[in-house]
T-cell receptor, first 112, second 111 residues
Framework: DGGITQSPKYLFRKEGQNVTLSCEQN?????MYWYRQDPGQGLRLIYY???????QKGDIAEGYSVSREKKESFPLTVTSAQKNPTAFYLC???????????FGPGTRLLVL | EDQVTQSPEALRLQEGESSSLNCSYT??????LFWYRQDPGKGPEFLFT???AGEEKEKERLKATLTKKESFLHITAPKPEDSATYLC????????????FGTGTRLAVRP
C-alpha cells in the first residue's frame, strides 16, 4: 500500500532535549512538508522540501531543523530552542505536476 | 496576506439534516482551494481540490462549490460517520508551495 508513515505516534520531550520525528513516503512524491497543528489554529508550515538535498523555511521554522537526504524521507528535529513544542505534527507530500498535498497520520509531541 | 475564515466553528446536525459549511478566502490570485476531513487524533484526509469559480465536485454525500470569494461544502442527508472536522485551505499563485489553512468546522451528526 502506498502512503505516508509517521513515527512515533506519541513522543515525549524533556527540557533541553532534541527530538526527531520521522516521516517516510512510498508515493514517489518529490515534495514533502512539515506542519504544526495547535488547538484553535490552522495548520502552520514549518519546513518544506521540493527536491532531495534542498529545503526551505516555512512560516514558523525557528527551533526546528530538517534534512532531505533521500526522496522517501524528511525527518524533523525539534530542538531545545523551540520553547513551546507541544503540538500535533503533520507530514505531507505532493506529487509532481499536481497541487494536492496528502497527509500522514501525525505525531503528538508532549513535554515532560 | 492570504486569509481563510471558516464558519461556523461548530455545527450539530440530526442524521439526515442537510447543511453547508462555509470557507471565505482572501488571496491574490487563487491557484487552488482544498477541502480535507480530519478525525480526532488523525491526519487530514483529502476530499476535493477546486481551481476556478463555478467549479463543483461531489463525493458521496459531499459536494464542494467555489466562487471568487468563498467555497461551500454541502452535506446532504448526513450520517453519524460524517462527524469530523472539515478543513479548508487555499494556495495562492504567488505563494509557491504554501497552503493557508482555516481553523476548521467541527461537525457532529447525531443519530
Amino acid at each position: 500500500d502506498g502512503g505516508i508513515t509517521q513515527s512515533p505516534k506519541y513522543l515525549f520531550r524533556k527540557e533541553g532535549q532534541n527530538v526527531t520525528l520521522s516521516c517516510e513516503q512510498n508515493l514517489n512524491h518529490d515534495a514533502m512538508y512539515w506542519y504544526r497543528q495547535d488547538p484553535g489554529q490552522g495548520l502552520r508550515l514549518i519546513y518544506y522540501s521540493q527536491i532531495v538535498n534542498d529545503f526551505q523555511k516555512g512560516d514558523i521554522a525557528e527551533g526546528y531543523s530538517v534534512s532531505r537526504e533521500k526522496k522517501e524521507s524528511f525527518p524533523l528535529t525539534v530542538t531545545s530552542a523551540q520553547k513551546n513544542p507541544t503540538a500535533f505534527y503533520l507530514c505531507a507530500s505532493r506529487g509532481t505536476g499536481v497541487e494536492t498535498q496528502y497527509f500522514g497520520p501525525g505525531t503528538r509531541l508532549l513535554v515532560l | 496576506e492570504d486569509q481563510v475564515t471558516q464558519s461556523p466553528e461548530a455545527l450539530r446536525l440530526q442524521e439526515g439534516e442537510s447543511s453547508s459549511l462555509n470557507c471565505s478566502y482572501t488571496v491574490s490570485g487563487l491557484r487552488g482551494l482544498f477541502w480535507y476531513r480530519q478525525d480526532p487524533g488523525k491526519g487530514p484526509e483529502f476530499l476535493f481540490t477546486l481551481y476556478s469559480a463555478g467549479e463543483e465536485k461531489e463525493k458521496e454525500r459531499l459536494k464542494a462549490t467555489l466562487t471568487k470569494k468563498e467555497s461551500f461544502l454541502h452535506i446532504t442527508a448526513p450520517k453519524p460517520e460524517d462527524s469530523a472536522t472539515y478543513l479548508c485551505a487555499v494556495q495562492a499563485e504567488s505563494s509557491g508551495d504554501k497552503l493557508t489553512f482555516g481553523t476548521g468546522t467541527r461537525l457532529a451528526v447525531r443519530p
